[in-house]
């Protein structure tokens, strides 16, 4: 899975990222149109063409450090999805990460 907007070290780092993206990829209660499990790898790939500067805020956010984590990967059911979910955004903020 590609970094967010195609970060490189030092900007991509864990250990130095404020910004975390933690992608979800889930699809299992679909019951029609299947296709969202797909969303956050294709999120990934457009966000190489967003741009540096960020007119609304006057900064380049980026340089504060957007690391892109492992996705959750919990199929089991909804609720086993959310409890995943809960535990990684925690342990993000208690390492004081924005996700």
């Not at 195609?6 to 404020?18: F, Q, R, V």
Request: charged share 25%; glycine share 6%; proline share 8%.
């Amino acid at each position: 899975m590609e970094n967010f907007a195609g970060l490189t070290p030092p900007y991509s780092d864990y250990e130095t990222a404020k910004i975390v993206v933690l992608p979800v990829p889930y699809d299992a209660t679909s019951s029609w149109v299947h296709g969202a499990e797909k969303g956050p790898e294709k999120l990934l790939e457009a966000s190489v063409q967003l741009e540096w500067y960020d007119t609304e805020t006057r900064t380049e956010v980026y340089k504060h450090g957007i690391h892109t984590a492992q996705p959750v990967d919990e199929q089991r059911s909804p609720e086993h999805l959310c409890a995943a979910v809960e535990q990684r955004v925690g342990a993000l903020f208690d390492d004081a990460k924005f996700p």
